[in-house]
């Protein structure tokens, strides 16, 4: 085998095991993003008994599934890319998506567990602003990325009207 050989084949496990870091990096994200929705669980009795507009339970579980998905890749690519560039810009990025993810998993607790409708539709809001935030600040460096954060927006812009109105009719 001559030396280019080798280097090519040695390229190719190096690019394997870069890609099974980042299919691993993906999946603890993924993990993280799902545990808050495994120990905090909605009470669907709590929502339907509310007066207002309603969606049903597979539209949740449906675009909650999407989301995860699309903000893994997100932030899995902002990991790999900051490990690479390390400046300030990125370091903005995970300070939004640390709030982002807390903000999003504080939602469940406090509208079904402290049943405090008002707050939930606080917390709704702020994580629209920050989801919009991170679509901009993926727009600087990539666009295919920030398309990631669309669906992360529309729905929390849906939910922002939902809990508006579920606010001011109970």
């Given at each position: 085998m001559n030396n280019s050989e080798y280097n090519e084949v040695k390229g190719f496990f190096v690019d394997m095991?870069?890609?099974w870091i980042k299919v691993f990096c993906f999946l603890v994200v993924l993990l993280l993003y799902f545990i808050p929705s495994l120990i905090f669980k909605p009470d669907n009795d709590y929502y339907y008994s509310l007066e207002g507009p309603h969606l049903p339970g597979w539209a949740f579980t449906v675009a909650w599934s999407i989301i995860y998905v699309c903000m893994s890749i997100y932030v899995t690519y902002f990991i790999f890319l900051a490990r690479e560039k390390r400046n300030a810009?990125?370091?903005?990025?995970?300070?939004?998506?640390?709030?982002?993810?807390?903000?999003?998993?504080?939602?469940?607790?406090?509208?079904?567990t402290f049943k405090n409708i008002?707050?939930?539709f606080g917390v709704t809001l702020f994580t629209f602003i920050t989801a919009i935030i991170l679509f901009l600040e993926a727009l600087l460096v990539n666009k295919k990325?920030?398309?990631?954060t669309i669906p992360y927006i529309v729905w929390t812009a849906i939910a922002s009207?939902?809990?508006?109105?579920?606010?001011?009719?109970?």
């Open positions: 095991k870069k890609n810009e990125y370091k903005r990025v995970f300070i939004f998506l640390i709030v982002n993810f807390i903000l999003q998993a504080s939602y469940t607790p406090i509208f079904f008002f707050a939930g990325v920030a398309l990631l009207v939902l809990s508006i109105l579920l606010y001011l009719q109970n």
